[in-house]
């Protein structure tokens, strides 16, 4: 089998290709073409609004997609007999009826397709919630609701992963809980692609990112290319004279502007030479240290010019 | 890949996930069983009042409450979906079961024998109840069978008509409110239609109860001169094609 890419298409693989999705007159998705491997957790970064949740929607036959297909491992999510043995998901932690508990939820999916009653209390177990596990989901905690939404998306030991916003409401323990799962999941071979808007828990999760802003997609690579590419250097300088400093600077052409923590942040003049240029005009300076932005200036920076863009070719209809 | 992704699933593993499901919110566990204490709790009554018309049958009489009985049960058909919608564990269940006709067939399978087996009971003991406590020879004794099988049904398409109106509407509210009134509405408008609310009237499943347990209220006048089994055949079908429009729209719509 073969996708449409004309890459072979792997168990496992999510794709989409020309992926539309429009409510009246809005657009949510917008011509999204991307492919999410196994073997790696795959990172689904994008502004609230962006058009993540629905992407993930149209992945999962809950939507239909105006045009374009959404695929895992080459077939459509409806086209899936027991989609939970092949696909996991959790899009909304808290889409269970209060009333049930955390054990019949999961009994109740596992009976539906067919899967083993041993692994509801196999990922009850994996996901701490053995001892809530016979209580009324109507008391969760967001927390243990994420957790519950994990146990079903584990339910099946699926190949593929697919979660909207996992660690929203987790604690920092659950939040490494579930990055050292998603890594190890991912370790085994199996595709984890996970939808954040933010930006620093992504950094440390994903190796591979897809950025989408308006419903496009803005980036479709590696986190470390991803941060070199679209990352400015800059360097931030510390002067007792700092008057003087921002002088001589900008009459060297250089960019600078007060940075949050004290001193100067200079764009246009590397650690040396700002340097060298005090040493000769003898100047004082007590720091000078070479940066890059972090990973989440640069996203900003991406998805409001994405935003711009978007603007400015509306104006001109 | 794993074991697991190999497995297949079809309609008995929806029904049983439905089944589940079923039974572990209390809200329609309490209503089901409303739907089968009713009737008989209306037959002690009934007897205990002593309120039964002279032209009334023994019957008719033991189930003089079975009509907000299955107005119950057309409740619970509604909230069978809507509860899933107002949850969010519609998407979850579509995520386990994609094809959404198996979806709509394993809740209205579930709901059908439910419902009837229960109704068969309920109705059966309330007559039961209502003879034993009932003046001897009063009243006509009315003919159970095979009156009660076709009881049984009219609260199974109730439950039904429950399920495709809650399917369309997808509110709690507005289903619940939705469904009353076309269990309602028909008999208490009817009468402003003057010589059409025979018609009017005759179109509920109400009706069709009514004249299955060979009440007196159900006059020619009131709900028509269709015969009890047309009656029933007539909201079954009007049922089914409910159905079938809420299996279209649940298939075209977003989740």
């Not at chain 2, 209502?130 to 439950?159: C, H, M, N, T, W």
């Amino acid at each position: 089998m073969s996708g449409s890419s004309g890459l072979p298409t792997v168990v496992g693989m999510i794709e989409a290709r020309d992926l539309t999705k429009r409510y009246g007159d809005r657009t949510a998705v917008d011509g999204l073409t991307f492919t999410v491997r196994p073997g790696r957790v795959t990172g689904f970064l994008g502004p609230n609004g962006a058009g993540k949740s629905t992407t993930l929607r149209l992945v999962l036959g809950l939507d239909a997609p105006t045009s374009g297909t959404a695929t895992v491992g080459g077939r459509r999510y409806a086209e899936l007999a027991a989609p939970l043995g092949t696909v996991g998901s959790l899009l909304d932690a808290k889409g269970v009826h209060g009333g049930r508990t955390a054990r019949q939820h999961l009994t109740g999916l596992a009976a539906g397709n067919r899967i083993p009653r041993h692994r509801v209390e196999d990922v009850l177990d994996l996901t701490g919630l053995t001892e809530v596990a016979g209580r009324r989901v109507k008391g969760f905690s967001l927390g243990m609701s994420q957790r519950l939404g994990m146990a079903a998306a584990l339910l099946g030991d699926p190949e593929v992963l697919i979660l909207d916003e996992p660690v929203n409401g987790l604690d920092t323990e659950g939040i490494r809980w579930i990055r050292t799962l998603l890594k190890s999941l991912a370790a085994q071979g199996r595709t984890v692609f996970l939808s954040s808007h933010l930006m620093s828990e992504m950094e440390l999760t994903a190796d591979h990112l897809i950025v989408i802003g308006c419903g496009r997609l803005l980036a479709d690579t590696t986190m470390r290319d991803f941060i070199e590419t679209n990352s400015r250097a800059h360097t931030l300088v510390r002067s007792p004279e700092p008057e003087k400093l921002r002088d001589l600077l900008e009459a060297k052409g250089a960019s600078v502007r007060l940075d949050a923590r004290g001193g100067w942040r200079v764009d246009g003049l590397d650690a040396n030479a700002i340097g060298d240029l005090a040493r000769d005009q003898g100047l004082t300076l007590h720091e000078l240290t070479p940066a890059h932005s972090s990973l989440e200036e640069v996203y900003t920076a991406l998805s409001r010019d994405s935003a711009e863009y978007r603007t400015r070719q509306e104006a001109l209809r | 890949m794993t074991a697991l992704a190999d497995a297949r699933a079809g309609f008995p593993q929806a029904l049983a996930h439905e089944w589940i499901k079923f039974r572990s919110v209390r809200s329609l566990v309490l209503t089901t069983v409303a739907t089968a204490a009713v009737p008989v709790l209306g037959a002690v009554f009934v007897a205990a009042t002593g309120s039964l018309q002279p032209d009334d049958t023994v019957l008719g009489g033991s189930l003089s409450l079975s009509v907000v009985a299955q107005i119950l049960a057309a409740v619970v058909g509604a909230l069978v979906i809507t509860g899933e919608y107002g949850s969010g564990t519609i998407r979850s269940t579509f995520a386990a079961t994609p094809r959404r006709a198996t979806v709509l067939a394993a809740k209205a399978a579930l709901l059908a024998g439910l419902t009837y087996a229960l109704a068969l009971v309920s109705c059966a003991l309330a007559y039961l109840v209502g003879d034993a406590l009932l003046e001897e020879g009063r009243y006509a004794q009315g003919k159970l069978l095979p009156a009660l099988f076709g009881i049984a049904a009219s609260f199974a398409v109730a439950a039904l008509l429950g399920l495709a109106v809650g399917t369309l509407v997808r509110h709690s509210a507005g289903a619940v409110t939705a469904v009353i009134g076309v269990l309602l509405l028909p008999s208490l408008l009817g009468p402003l239609f003057g010589d059409a609310q025979r018609w009017v009237a005759g179109i509920s499943p109400t009706a069709a109860l009514q004249k299955l347990t060979q009440t007196s209220d159900a006059t020619a006048e009131t709900v028509g001169s269709l015969g009890p089994w047309p009656s029933l055949l007539l909201v079954a079908g009007y049922t089914a094609a409910l159905l079938l429009l809420a299996a279209g729209a649940l298939r075209g719509r977003d989740a």
